[in-house]
């Protein structure tokens, strides 16, 4: 990335150019970036191509001012802490279903970043993570906004990531590079057994919760508590689109699951 795209893409989360790359501007960055980038599948739906490549995944986000998911939320924030001069790791996961066990290998991508002598587990892309970067070689609990959080060995040279005590994901520990994850990516977007195929999301983190749009059912979490809307009709989705993530669409996304009936 040059200096323009650098600093397009700081403005789009709402951030300076941190004067130091330590462990406080990461968390800041982390953060920042969940609160204005959204995650969302709708290129799924609306036909539009996932190139895993950094330059189109900075385009996505920044110029059409788009999100996606963690492959392209990953992906790109990768690319931007690389260029502030963070070292940066891309790593493998396999994300747990609802029957507790892992999915195939390449089902998410996260990153390892390096900053103030220690190694930090960065994700922006798992829809509901840590609100901060968590210290990838901490046994412990490690209490964020978004939860209780922890990483441990598996046993099988892997690492777990659970959250108030589920687990999320297992990590490879050993580095990938973006072109990995193509041929997951691939199917992701095209199976009819993965979930980004079967349904529409978009979440985006807000100060004290968060917010999502699924097809057309609204929900606002947060201090005050959970409220669920189901919108009237189209106009209503396209209006939370724009309003809540800054998406600004000209038709509603349909699931390929509900165009296939």
Same mark, same amino acid.
Not at 24 to 34: F, I, K
Not at 163 to 188: K, N, S, T
Not at 235 to 251: E, K, M, N, P
């Given at each position: 990335? $040059?200096?323009? /795209?650098?600093?397009?893409?700081?403005?789009?989360?709402?951030?300076?150019?941190?004067?130091?790359?330590?462990?406080?501007?990461?968390?800041?960055?982390?953060?920042?970036?969940?609160?204005?980038?959204?995650?969302?599948?709708? #290129?799924?739906?609306?036909?539009?191509?996932?190139?895993?490549?950094?330059?189109?995944?900075?385009?996505?986000?920044?110029?059409?001012?788009?999100?996606?998911?963690?492959?392209?939320?990953?992906?790109?924030? /990768?690319?931007?802490? &690389?260029?502030?001069?963070?070292?940066? &790791?891309?790593?493998?996961?396999?994300?747990?279903?609802?029957?507790?066990?892992?999915? +195939?290998?390449?089902?998410?991508?996260?990153?390892?970043?390096?900053?103030?002598?220690?190694?930090?587990?960065?994700?922006?892309?798992?829809?509901?993570? /840590?609100?901060?970067?968590?210290?990838? $070689?901490?046994?412990?609990?490690?209490?964020?906004?978004?939860? @209780?959080?922890?990483?441990?060995?598996?046993?099988?040279?892997?690492?777990? @990531?659970?959250?108030?005590?589920?687990?999320?994901?297992?990590?490879? +520990?050993?580095?990938?590079?973006?072109?990995?994850?193509?041929?997951? /990516?691939?199917?992701?977007? &095209?199976?009819?057994?993965?979930?980004?195929?079967? #349904?529409?999301?978009? #979440?985006?983190?807000?100060? $004290?919760?968060?917010?999502?749009? #699924?097809?057309?059912?609204? @929900?606002?979490?947060?201090?005050?508590?959970?409220?669920?809307?189901?919108?009237?009709?189209?106009?209503?989705?396209?209006?939370?689109?724009?309003?809540?993530?800054?998406?600004?669409?000209?038709?509603?996304?349909?699931?390929?699951?509900?165009?296939?009936?």
């Amino acid at each position: 990335m $040059d200096e323009a /795209a650098v600093e397009a893409y700081l403005a789009r989360i709402g951030v300076g150019r941190p004067v130091r790359t330590d462990a406080v501007a990461l968390a800041e960055l982390h953060r920042r970036h969940q609160m204005a980038v959204p995650f969302e599948n709708l #290129s799924v739906h609306l036909g539009e191509p996932v190139r895993l490549e950094a330059g189109a995944l900075v385009e996505k986000i920044v110029a059409r001012r788009r999100g996606g998911f963690c492959y392209e939320l990953n992906g790109a924030f /990768a690319a931007l802490l &690389t260029a502030l001069g963070y070292p940066v &790791t891309l790593l493998a996961g396999r994300v747990h279903g609802k029957d507790g066990r892992p999915g +195939p290998p390449f089902d998410h991508l996260a990153l390892s970043v390096e900053a103030s002598g220690r190694r930090w587990l960065a994700d922006v892309g798992f829809g509901r993570f /840590a609100t901060h970067p968590l210290l990838l $070689d901490e046994r412990g609990e490690q209490a964020d906004p978004g939860g @209780v959080f922890a990483v441990s060995e598996d046993g099988r040279g892997d690492l777990l @990531v659970t959250r108030d005590g589920a687990p999320g994901y297992l990590l490879e +520990p050993r580095g990938r590079e973006l072109a990995d994850f193509r041929v997951a /990516a691939w199917w992701q977007c &095209t199976s009819p057994e993965s979930a980004f195929t079967r #349904s529409l999301v978009c #979440s985006l983190l807000t100060g $004290d919760g968060h917010v999502t749009l #699924s097809g057309r059912r609204l @929900v606002v979490t947060g201090a005050a508590g959970r409220r669920e809307t189901e919108l009237p009709d189209d106009a209503a989705v396209l209006t939370a689109y724009r309003d809540h993530f800054g998406i600004a669409l000209d038709h509603v996304p349909r699931a390929r699951a509900d165009t296939a009936r």
